[in-house]
């Protein structure tokens, strides 16, 4: 199972988002994120949270903790996210809805 730290660093990557944005939109330092991402610490509650919504993820991805993505889960992170993605990926996500395995 990856760690924080680990789960952070792959979203920075995914996202080609540097510390220094996630510290700002999250609004802790960056040195404490960086800690986070080193595994020295890990980020309290209310941290973890605003991490996860300037990354666009859920608490419990950033933890390593299983995920639980029901359909109401899944309307919410859409609706969340939805002014961010670009037509593409909006349509990436229809395609994959319609297309038959």
């Known amino acids: 199972?990856?760690?924080?730290?680990e789960?952070?660093?792959?979203?920075l990557k995914e996202k080609k988002m540097t510390?220094?944005?996630?510290?700002?939109?999250s609004g802790v330092t960056e040195s404490a994120l960086s800690h986070?991402?080193?595994?020295?610490r890990i980020p309290s509650g209310v941290t973890s949270v605003n991490v996860a919504y300037a990354l666009s993820t859920t608490v419990n991805y950033i933890l390593g903790?299983?995920?639980?993505?029901?359909?109401?889960?899944?309307?919410?992170?859409?609706?969340?996210?939805?002014s961010k993605m670009t037509n593409?990926?909006?349509a990436e996500l229809i395609d994959l809805l319609?297309?038959?395995?």
């Open 7 to 11: 789960h952070i660093k792959a979203l």
């Open 65 to 82: 903790k299983e995920d639980i993505l029901d359909f109401s889960n899944i309307k919410r992170i859409l609706e969340q996210n939805k």
């Open 19 to 25: 510390q220094k944005q996630l510290a700002e939109l």
């Open 1 to 5: 199972m990856k760690s924080t730290g």
């Open 88 to 90: 593409d990926e909006k």
């Open 98 to 101: 319609f297309r038959k395995d």
């Open 36 to 40: 986070y991402i080193k595994g020295d």
